[in-house]
């Protein structure tokens, strides 16, 4: 079974820092990007940085030059460093997975973790 699991939120002050970590398990084949999304209590789900299998990167706007994505020495880890927060970035961060495929089944699929919580206070 694949697995991404996510690490690293948590409370922190305005202008303060954090850095997530998502991690896969299972058996993975290739991924083709990986991302991280957030939602707000009464929003959608949003797009926050994506990296691809070639090292692509691409911001929402309103995280350029404060959030950086990069991937792991360890294969099919991603992390984001989030830097100046701000009380609007106060979300659940979901780690992604994009066309993965594996041995154990046909095709690709697109794959999320469970979420990590960031508060950010003022």
């Known amino acids: 079974q694949v697995r991404l699991v996510e690490s690293g939120g948590g409370l922190v002050q305005a202008g303060g820092s954090l850095r997530l970590s998502c991690v896969s398990s299972?058996?993975?084949?290739?991924?083709?990007?990986m991302g991280w999304y957030r939602q707000a209590p009464g929003k959608q789900r949003e797009l926050v940085a994506t990296?691809?299998?070639?090292?692509?990167?691409n911001y929402r706007d309103s995280v350029k030059g404060r959030f950086t994505i990069s991937t792991g020495d360890a294969k099919n880890t991603v992390f984001l460093q989030m830097n100046s927060l701000k009380p609007e970035d106060t979300a659940v961060y979901y780690c992604?997975?994009?066309?993965?495929?594996?041995?154990?089944?046909?095709?690709?699929?697109?794959?999320w973790g469970q979420g990590t919580q960031v508060t950010v206070s003022s």
């Open positions: 299972g058996s993975i084949t290739s991924i083709s990007a």
């Open positions: 990296i691809t299998s070639a090292g692509s990167t």
């Open positions: 992604n997975a994009d066309r993965v495929t594996s041995r154990t089944w046909f095709g690709s699929r697109n794959i």
